[in-house]
């Protein structure tokens, strides 16, 4: 009988748990890289709907994720051969995003179990895929760390424990500043909700990160008419060549 | 102040920009080097992608270059003939050093052979000039600051057949030494990344006897047509040039040219000489330490399959 009633209450819990719903505010849904670009940073705030009074037991937690648009990248390792450093092995780790940010209501281990970060990859380490790793190398693990350990140091990857604030377990904020170094793209932000580790609700949504003005202008110029991109910078830099000398000689000669 | 670049997707400082590309100016003006083995090194180091460095610098080059080459037009110190003969020969060899670069890209160790090219070559050109000038200041020294050019002697340079007579420089020799040089110089400019112009100067005093002051502007008057084919290939095959990155290091390069053009006239060739000589090997020895010393970081990131 008591066996039945736990098993009851197992199915039950997640039901009830579905009733708490993230509604979203973002301060910008598009980010604009110009000229001037230096960072930029995005308010991320909202509040959870629920039908049903605030459930007891564990408090309410809030993790935020921002990442980047994933890209394959190749991983090399040096070693010391006849005296010079030489690249020896290299590793693809599959899918890398460009940027990723993961903020939090708590401690991370206390916010979200391992298996919960095993499923929706929410961990930096989980959010870096590394397959076609070669077997002969020792340490495959390694070179996955390494590409944390380059992009935690460029800022662009980090985990912010204790930076969302969450009100009477219904309100929430959080602002997750993005560094100059952006590249464009899609970039993911996924809101999760937790009680004792377990994810009880996901909200996804994205934040379009796009050159504009001048940059878009040069971008696009130089991937759809390269010959044309080639030879405005060859007129520009000739004519600033020319430019310089003549305003020299005119600032000698008075 | 911070700039965005549009095709580097990095966000540097401009006045950071704007100095770098005025000390390399300066220097550019002064020995008629195109600077790029400075530059490119040193736009690594503030983190713009190594492709991108590469190529926009050829773009940047051909700005200062052409900025130091009117000053040395002025003074009619360029021997167009000599010029035109020794592009021939650099245009072939950059479109071969192309082909080159592409087939050490696909070995994987592009990064360490043009390494190895720069130390080796920053080495023996440096190495060489500095003897050379610092045994010329000591003879100049002992003959009571009387420098008698000594003429070169007539060896298998001279003894080539398709002499050309070049009024300018002052010689009657085989076009074949100078359609050589251009090549090798080409070829390496495309696999380093740079205007060539600390191997074509040395090559042009030693090798084909030319006299200082003409080298300068003659080496110039090259690198301006070779970087600018080099500029276009990169721009049409690997879409690396990074145009504000570019402008604002020729803002800064040109200015900077002109400086150094000036100071140039004002010292002594053999002076020259030993400066230029002096910073190729300082180059060359931070290059060699690079290679030689354990790096901080082992690992490196890279893009897959090129851009």
């Given at each position: 009988?008591?066996?039945?009633?736990?098993?009851?209450?197992?199915?039950?819990?997640?039901?009830?748990?579905?009733?708490?719903?993230?509604?979203?505010?973002?301060?910008?849904?598009?980010?604009?890289?110009?000229?001037?670009?230096?960072?930029?940073?995005?308010?991320?705030?909202?509040?959870?709907?629920?039908?049903?009074p605030?459930?007891?037991?564990?408090?309410?937690?809030?993790?935020?994720?921002?990442?980047?648009?994933?890209?394959?990248?190749?991983?090399?390792?040096?070693?010391?051969?006849?005296?010079?450093?030489?690249?020896?092995?290299?590793?693809?780790?599959?899918?890398?995003?460009?940027?990723?940010?993961?903020?939090?209501?708590?401690?991370?281990?206390?916010?979200?179990?391992?298996?919960?970060?095993?499923?929706?990859?929410?961990?930096?380490?989980?959010?870096?895929?590394?397959?076609?790793?070669?077997?002969?190398?020792?340490?495959?693990?390694?070179?996955?760390?390494?590409?944390?350990?380059?992009?935690?140091?460029?800022?662009?990857?980090?985990?912010?424990?204790?930076?969302v604030a969450?009100?009477?377990?219904?309100?929430?904020?959080?602002?997750?500043?993005?560094?100059?170094?952006?590249?464009?793209?899609?970039?993911?932000?996924?809101?999760?909700?937790?009680?004792?580790?377990?994810?009880?609700?996901?909200?996804?949504?994205?934040?379009?990160?796009?050159?504009?003005?001048?940059?878009?202008?040069?971008?696009?110029?130089?991937?759809?008419?390269?010959?044309?991109?080639?030879?405005?910078?060859?007129?520009?830099?000739?004519a600033?060549?020319?430019?310089?000398?003549?305003?020299?000689?005119?600032?000698?000669?008075? | 102040?911070?700039?965005?670049?549009?095709?580097?997707?990095?966000?540097?400082?401009?006045?950071?920009l704007?100095?770098?590309?005025?000390?390399?100016?300066?220097?550019?003006?002064?020995?008629?080097?195109?600077?790029?083995?400075?530059?490119?090194?040193?736009?690594?180091?503030?983190?713009?992608?190594?492709?991108?460095?590469?190529?926009?610098?050829?773009?940047?080059?051909?700005?200062?270059?052409?900025?130091?080459?009117?000053?040395?037009?002025?003074?009619?110190t360029?021997?167009?003939?000599?010029?035109?003969?020794?592009?021939?020969?650099?245009?072939?060899?950059?479109?071969?050093?192309?082909?080159?670069?592409?087939?050490?890209?696909?070995?994987g160790?592009?990064?360490?052979?043009?390494?190895?090219?720069?130390?080796?070559?920053l080495?023996?050109?440096?190495?060489?000039?500095?003897?050379?000038?610092?045994?010329?200041?000591?003879?100049?020294?002992?003959?009571?600051?009387?420098?008698?050019?000594?003429?070169?002697?007539?060896?298998?340079?001279?003894?080539?057949?398709?002499?050309?007579?070049?009024?300018?420089?002052?010689?009657?020799?085989?076009?074949?030494?100078?359609?050589?040089?251009?090549?090798?110089?080409?070829?390496?400019?495309?696999?380093?990344?740079?205007?060539?112009?600390?191997?074509?100067?040395?090559?042009?005093?030693?090798?084909?006897?030319?006299?200082?002051?003409v080298?300068v502007?003659?080496?110039?008057?090259?690198?301006?047509?070779?970087?600018?084919?080099?500029?276009?290939?990169?721009?049409?095959?690997n879409?690396?040039?990074?145009?504000?990155?570019?402008?604002?290091?020729?803002?800064?390069?040109?200015?900077?040219?002109?400086f150094g053009?000036?100071?140039?006239?004002?010292?002594?060739?053999?002076?020259?000489?030993?400066?230029?000589?002096?910073?190729?090997?300082?180059?060359?020895?931070?290059?060699?330490?690079?290679?030689?010393?354990?790096?901080?970081?082992?690992?490196?990131?890279?893009?897959?399959?090129?851009?």
């Amino acid at each position: 009988m008591l066996r039945l009633l736990s098993l009851l209450l197992l199915i039950a819990l997640p039901a009830q748990a579905a009733d708490e719903n993230v509604v979203l505010g973002l301060s910008q849904d598009r980010v604009a890289i110009t000229s001037n670009f230096d960072g930029s940073d995005i308010l991320v705030f909202g509040a959870i709907k629920r039908e049903s009074p605030i459930p007891g037991g564990e408090p309410l937690q809030v993790i935020v994720t921002v990442s980047g648009p994933s890209e394959p990248v190749v991983v090399r390792r040096k070693e010391r051969r006849f005296g010079i450093w030489v690249n020896i092995d290299s590793v693809l780790v599959d899918r890398a995003p460009s940027f990723y940010a993961v903020a939090t209501s708590g401690p991370f281990s206390d916010v979200i179990t391992n298996t919960e970060d095993l499923r929706h990859k929410v961990s930096i380490r989980r959010a870096i895929r590394s397959v076609g790793a070669d077997m002969n190398i020792q340490g495959a693990q390694s070179f996955s760390e390494a590409v944390i350990r380059i992009r935690e140091r460029a800022g662009l990857y980090s985990i912010r424990e204790n930076t969302v604030a969450v009100d009477e377990q219904t309100l929430f904020r959080t602002s997750i500043d993005m560094p100059a170094d952006l590249t464009e793209g899609a970039y993911a932000t996924r809101i999760f909700l937790t009680r004792g580790g377990q994810v009880i609700s996901s909200f996804q949504t994205t934040i379009d990160v796009q050159k504009v003005g001048l940059e878009r202008f040069l971008y696009t110029l130089s991937r759809e008419q390269p010959i044309v991109y080639g030879l405005m910078s060859l007129a520009i830099a000739i004519a600033a060549g020319w430019g310089a000398s003549a305003a020299f000689r005119i600032l000698r000669n008075t | 102040m911070q700039i965005y670049l549009p095709i580097a997707e990095v966000s540097v400082n401009a006045f950071l920009l704007l100095g770098l590309g005025g000390l390399v100016g300066v220097l550019s003006g002064m020995f008629g080097v195109g600077g790029g083995f400075l530059m490119t090194p040193l736009l690594f180091f503030i983190g713009i992608p190594p492709a991108v460095a590469v190529a926009t610098e050829a773009n940047q080059i051909v700005a200062s270059s052409f900025s130091g080459v009117l000053a040395h037009f002025r003074r009619k110190t360029v021997d167009l003939k000599m010029g035109f003969v020794l592009l021939i020969g650099g245009l072939t060899g950059a479109a071969l050093g192309v082909v080159v670069f592409n087939y050490l890209k696909s070995l994987g160790q592009v990064d360490l052979l043009v390494k190895l090219c720069y130390v080796v070559f920053l080495g023996v050109v440096g190495g060489l000039m500095f003897v050379e000038s610092l045994g010329a200041i000591r003879k100049a020294r002992k003959q009571g600051g009387k420098v008698t050019a000594k003429r070169r002697q007539r060896g298998w340079v001279h003894a080539l057949p398709f002499k050309m007579r070049f009024r300018t420089s002052g010689l009657y020799i085989s076009v074949i030494p100078p359609i050589l040089v251009g090549i090798f110089v080409g070829i390496l400019s495309a696999i380093m990344g740079v205007g060539g112009g600390f191997i074509m100067v040395p090559a042009m005093i030693y090798l084909l006897g030319m006299p200082t002051k003409v080298v300068v502007g003659t080496s110039l008057f090259q690198i301006i047509f070779v970087t600018a084919f080099t500029t276009m290939l990169h721009a049409t095959t690997n879409y690396t040039v990074d145009i504000m990155l570019a402008v604002l290091l020729l803002v800064g390069g040109v200015v900077g040219a002109q400086f150094g053009t000036q100071i140039g006239t004002r010292l002594k060739a053999e002076q020259l000489r030993i400066l230029l000589a002096l910073m190729v090997l300082v180059v060359c020895v931070k290059l060699a330490l690079d290679l030689l010393l354990q790096p901080a970081e082992l690992y490196s990131l890279g893009a897959v399959g090129g851009h």
